[in-house]
C-alpha cells in the first residue's frame, strides 16, 4: 500500500509546541500517516535528536532561499502585495490592529514609499468594502512562486499541506506552490490575535483550523473564508497547560529564581514592544513591589520579551535597562526567554515549564494584553493589563510607537476587557489598586476568567491536539467540501 504523508511547516517556534508538544503530530503518525515537517534548515539535527520518532521526516524550509527571492525578484510588488493582504481585509470585523499596522508603515516609510502610501491607503479601503477586489488581491500573489520545494513534492508526493499560518510568513512559497501543484493545503491558527491581525491569506487556501467560533467570526467575516471550511478545534499549545504536565513544583521554581516564599508573587510578561517601551510599567510595578506599597508583602518577577533579542538598540537597551533594575530595587527578579535558535528563535517550547510555572505561582499576573492574559486565566490567575504611556513612545525619529492607553479596543484587548476578565491600568495609581484588589480577594473576577476561556479557546479538557488531528486527517486529499 502507497505511504500517505502530510506535509507541516513549522517556521516559528510556537509552531513546534503546537505541533511537536501537543497531540497533532503523535495522533497523525498512530493513524499511519508520514509527517514530514519543514523547519529552519540549521536546526534539523536538533529536532529530530528531541522529536524523532518512527514515521516523523525533518526536512528543511530553506528560509534563506524564500528570503533570497522576496528581496530579488519584484520586490517592490511583493511587499505591496504582502501589506494589501495583512490590512485589506473585510471592514465586517474590529479592523482596529489593522489600522495601527497601517499607521506604523506609514509613520516609518520614507522615500518611494512614503510618496506611493496614500494610494495603497485608496486600495485599502476599496478592498474592506468589496469581496471581488480582496480575492483579486489574493489571486495575484500566485505571480510569484518560486520552485522552492519541486524536489520534496516529487519524492513525498503529500496529500496535504499544513502550515501554522496562512500564508503570512515565508510559507507562502510552500502553500503557493502546493496550490500551483493541486496539493490541498491547510492553516492552523497558533496565535490569539492572528484571525484580526493578519487577515487575508499569502496563498490559495481549502481549509484552516481555529481556537473558537470567536476567530471563526473574523475568519469567515474578515477573511472571505467559506464557513464549511473552517474547523474549531481550539488550541493544541494548550493543552500541556490543563493536564498541568509542563508544572514545576512551587519550592523548585521559587528556588530557581531565589524567590522569597513569604512574599507574594506579581508576575509581569513583557509585550508590544513594537508598538511601545514596556520599561514605564515595569518601573511602576517595582517600585511598588520595593517600597512595599501594596496590600501585602511582593516581589516582581518580570520576562523579557522575545523582541528583546532582536538586533535593535531600542529592545535591547529597554533589556538592559531592565536588567539593571532587578540590581538596583529590592525583590525584584528577572527571567529571560530560553531560545530554540536559527529563525525560529526565542518564542520556542525549551521554556515552558518555566512559563507555566511562572504564571500558576503568580498571585496576580501582569502584560499588556499579550496572548498570555489567556495562559494566564487557564491557569486561574488574576490578570491585571498595565497600559502606562511612556511619554514620547521609543522617542526615535523614524520609529513609529503607539500609545498604550489607545490599544484597548484591538480585537483580543476588547474581549478581555469585555469580559473583565481582568482589570486594566493606565496609571500608577490605578495599578495599585487593581494589584491590592486581587491580593485581597483572589477569586475576584473568577468566573469571568473561567467564562473567557470557554469564549477563548473552547476545549478545556486537553483534547484541542487530537481534535486537530482528526480534522487534518480527515480532510487529507479532500479539496471538496
Not at 529564581?257 to 508590544?272: N, T, W
Amino acid at each position: 500500500m502507497t505511504k500517505r504523508s502530510v506535509f507541516i511547516s513549522a517556521d516559528h517556534g510556537l509552531a513546534i509546541v503546537y505541533f511537536l508538544q501537543s497531540d497533532v503530530v503523535k495522533t497523525m503518525l498512530d493513524a499511519g500517516v508520514e509527517v514530514v515537517l519543514l523547519t529552519d534548515d540549521g536546526l534539523k539535527e536538533q529536532i529530530e535528536t528531541r522529536f524523532g520518532q518512527p514515521g516523523l521526516v525533518v526536512e528543511g524550509l530553506r528560509l534563506e532561499e524564500a528570503r533570497q527571492y522576496y528581496h530579488t525578484v519584484s520586490p517592490t510588488t511583493q511587499w505591496w502585495l504582502h501589506f494589501l493582504r495583512r490590512v485589506g481585509g473585510s471592514k465586517r470585523i474590529n479592523v482596529e490592529a489593522m489600522d495601527s499596522n497601517i499607521f506604523q508603515v506609514e509613520g516609518e516609510a520614507t522615500g518611494r514609499r512614503k510618496a506611493v502610501m496614500p494610494l495603497m491607503k485608496a486600495i485599502v479601503w476599496m478592498m474592506r468594502r468589496s469581496k471581488a477586489l480582496r480575492q483579486f488581491v489574493v489571486r495575484q500573489q500566485m505571480r510569484f512562486v518560486p520552485d522552492l520545494y519541486g524536489d520534496l513534492f516529487d519524492k513525498f508526493q503529500p496529500e496535504l499541506v499544513v502550515a501554522s499560518t496562512a500564508g503570512w510568513r515565508y510559507d507562502r512559497y510552500l502553500l503557493r506552490q502546493a496550490a500551483q501543484r493541486g496539493v490541498p493545503t491547510a492553516a492552523v491558527i497558533v496565535g490569539w490575535d492572528n484571525s484580526s491581525s493578519y487577515t487575508l491569506p499569502g496563498a490559495p487556501m481549502d481549509w484552516v483550523n481555529c481556537w473558537s467560533e470567536l476567530q471563526k467570526e473574523e475568519l469567515v467575516l474578515g477573511s472571505d473564508w467559506d464557513p464549511k471550511r473552517v474547523h474549531v478545534g481550539g488550541i493544541p499549545s494548550y493543552d500541556g497547560y490543563f493536564r498541568k504536565e509542563w508544572l514545576m513544583s512551587r519550592e523548585e521554581y521559587f528556588d530557581l529564581h531565589k524567590l522569597d516564599p513569604e512574599r507574594k508573587l506579581i508576575g509581569y510578561a513583557s509585550s508590544f514592544i513594537t508598538f511601545s517601551p514596556n520599561y514605564q510599567n515595569v518601573e511602576a510595578l517595582a517600585e511598588l513591589v520595593a517600597a512595599d506599597e501594596l496590600a501585602e508583602p511582593s516581589q516582581l518577577l518580570i520576562r523579557l520579551h522575545p523582541n528583546h533579542f532582536m538586533d535593535n538598540p531600542l529592545f535591547a537597551g529597554e533589556r538592559e535597562k531592565m536588567r539593571a533594575l532587578t540590581e538596583r530595587l529590592a525583590h525584584v527578579h528577572l527571567v529571560e526567554p530560553v531560545p530554540l535558535g536559527g529563525e525560529l528563535g526565542y518564542y520556542s517550547g525549551e521554556d515552558m515549564p518555566e512559563k507555566t510555572s511562572m504564571m500558576a505561582y503568580s498571585d496576580v499576573f501582569t502584560t499588556v494584553y499579550s496572548t498570555m492574559v489567556v495562559e494566564a486565566a487557564v491557569h486561574d490567575r488574576p490578570i491585571v493589563s498595565v497600559c502606562i504611556d511612556a511619554p514620547g513612545g521609543w522617542n526615535t525619529p523614524g520609529k513609529f510607537s503607539l500609545a498604550l492607553s489607545e490599544i484597548g479596543n484591538w480585537p483580543t484587548h476588547l474581549r478581555f476587557r469585555d469580559a473583565v476578565a481582568g482589570q486594566v491600568a493606565l496609571d500608577k495609581v490605578q495599578l495599585k489598586a487593581a494589584l491590592n484588589r486581587y491580593l485581597e480577594d483572589p477569586d475576584a473576577d473568577r468566573e469571568a476568567r473561567q467564562q473567557f476561556i470557554r469564549d477563548e479557546v473552547t476545549f478545556t479538557d486537553a483534547s484541542a491536539g487530537k481534535r486537530t488531528a482528526a480534522f487534518l486527517l480527515s480532510v487529507m486529499g479532500k479539496k471538496e467540501v
